[in-house]
């Protein structure tokens, strides 16, 4: 229908346009010459019919205009026509699917007792268990030396706080001040009624810093005040992703206090981690006592075995004490290689990070990070030849 219209009004029009002109012409020549009332009413007539095309070809693209909006109106209806049946088919396949199962429970409910069980409520997070975890549990590195491996929830640097702070040490270890230079002062102050297993240890551990690099590494001295017994505490750490690999070395170690000790630094460590994890802290004393027995058979377990290889020894040519003193030296050796290669690793890491920066001061940092990547390198090939060499004095 639009297109017969459309064409019917454009011929229309065309037809008054092209003879327009040739009747106006015909009817002034007529006019001049004189004509008579037929001629008058036949020019008005012209005149009329004029208007009336003018008139219908309006009346045509008004019709067009009008025939063009009802078709979208009717395509756009078809639309939503076919949208709300395709609702309406879902709608009616949901609720045969809800009859269907509605059914089912019916059927199930007539021949079997069902029971509801609430939901357990939530308990709030805590970081104690009667057992530790096998993963946390510190390994004893040699009849002297023990070592911690931890995954701490949260960034190095906020790590690193809490193992020197002041602010931060008494929120897991003791009230107390670590000058943070090498040579620096160290002194701890344990509350041996919160810790009774200090009585016997020192109530007050004073040291010296031995070793630091910020955010990477600490170590030092540590004893009571007056005592001949002095062992060693070193700390490393690294990122690992948003969290900080931790790992923690006690070394010279008498061999009555290890198990105590290692107990100890256990539950210091589930107290940082829920510390840096924002979660309630375990009881120091509870965890403390969940954990002794564990390190306890660990020890006496390992003093057997060491046992065992000093009796071999004494059966060779190598006297016990030297044997031990050459073990000794070689897991000196084995922690010393240990830190370097870690430290090495982390250089590896960071010259991989600068060479994505193509700045002249990252171009320095890098030369200066592969340089002393090359120095540790020959230390640690130099530590691998002196272990191979303890290794067969000890054969």
């Given amino acids: 229908m639009e297109g017969i219209l459309a064409v019917a009004g454009f011929w229309i029009v065309m037809l008054a346009i092209v003879m327009k002109k040739p009747l106006m012409t015909y009817l002034e020549t007529k006019k001049a010459k004189g004509v008579s009332d037929l001629d008058a009413n036949f020019i008005e007539r012209v005149q009329n019919l004029e208007g009336s095309v003018v008139t219908m070809g309006k009346d045509i693209q008004e019709m067009k205009d009008t025939s063009e909006f009802a078709h979208k109106l009717m395509i756009d209806s078809a639309q939503q026509i076919a949208e709300a049946h395709k609702l309406l088919t879902q709608n009616a396949h949901e609720l045969a699917q809800a009859q269907k199962l509605l059914s089912t429970a019916k059927h ?120 001949d017994a002095v062992t060693n505490v070193s700390m490393q750490v690294s990122t690992v992703g948003e969290q900080t690999s931790f790992v923690l070395t006690h070394s010279q170690l008498p061999a009555e206090a290890m198990a105590e000790v290692m107990a100890g630094w256990h539950a210091h460590l589930d107290v940082l981690k829920a510390r ?15 954990v002794l027995q564990t390190y306890v058979a660990i020890v006496a377990t390992t003093i ?34 240990d830190a370097i290669a870690r430290d090495a690793d982390d250089l590896k890491k960071r010259i991989a990070e600068l060479k994505r920066d193509t700045s002249q001061e990252a171009e320095n940092a890098r030369s200066s990070l592969e340089r002393k990547l090359d120095d540790e390198s020959r230390d640690l090939k130099d530590l691998e030849l002196t272990i191979i060499d303890l290794d067969n004095a000890m054969r």
């Fill in 108 to 227: 199930e409910a007539g021949t079997t007792k069902v029971t509801v069980i609430a939901p357990p409520k939530e308990e709030p997070k805590l970081l104690s268990t009667s057992a530790p975890m096998v993963n946390e549990l510190g390994k004893i590195i040699d009849e002297s030396t023990v070592r911690f491996e931890r995954v701490l929830p949260a960034p190095i640097e906020r790590v690193w706080q809490y193992l020197t702070s002041s602010e931060c040490l008494p929120e897991w270890l003791a009230e107390g001040n670590i000058d943070q230079r090498f040579g620096g002062k160290v002194k701890l102050k344990f509350d041996v009624e919160a810790v009774p297993e200090r009585a016997g240890q020192g109530e007050v551990i004073e040291g010296a810093v031995t070793f630091i690099d910020p955010l990477r590494a600490l170590a030092y001295s540590w004893g009571a005040p007056g005592s």
């Fill in 276 to 290: 840096l994890g924002s979660v309630a802290p375990p009881d120091f004393r509870k965890r403390f006592k969940e």
């Fill in 304 to 337: 057997v075995v060491s046992n065992v290889a000093i009796q071999s020894a004494s059966a060779s040519s190598l006297s016990s004490d030297t044997y031990a003193t050459l073990k000794t030296e070689r897991s000196h050796a084995a922690a010393k290689y």
